[in-house]
């Protein structure tokens, strides 16, 4: 049988360990740098877009994204390394203003999920598209 001093350094031990898993706080997934999109955006839904993007442009994720420095054939969403991504954001606060300012009827919807004018409008699936 365990002495009452026993049964205070366990419970103590205990309580240390259970707070100690509590203040842990767990890995959030993976690494976002949104500055155009829905901080709250879902996985889905940002998925669904930068297919999108990669169809109207007619390029693959690497176009904007750079390669992860550790981890071998793999990118790093995050970063910002690469130029086109700050050019595809300028493009996307263009096309969000513009959806906004001249298409946006349905309020429920937010202006960054428009679609009327998209990438496609101009690029056609060329990653530059001819002069207009």
Sequence with gaps: MLSRHQLITCAGIIVFVVLGIAATRLPEGKPRNLKVLPADISDQMLDSIMNTYNKALGVSCDFCHSKHKTI????????????????ARKMMRLTIQINKDYFYYDTTRRPEY?????????????????DL
Excluded: I, Q, Y
């Design 72 to 87: 071998p054939d793999a990118l790093d969403f995050a970063d910002d390394g690469v130029k086109m991504k700050s050019e």
């Design 114 to 130: 428009l679609k009327v004018v998209t990438c496609n409008t101009c690029h056609r699936g060329d990653p530059f598209p001819a």
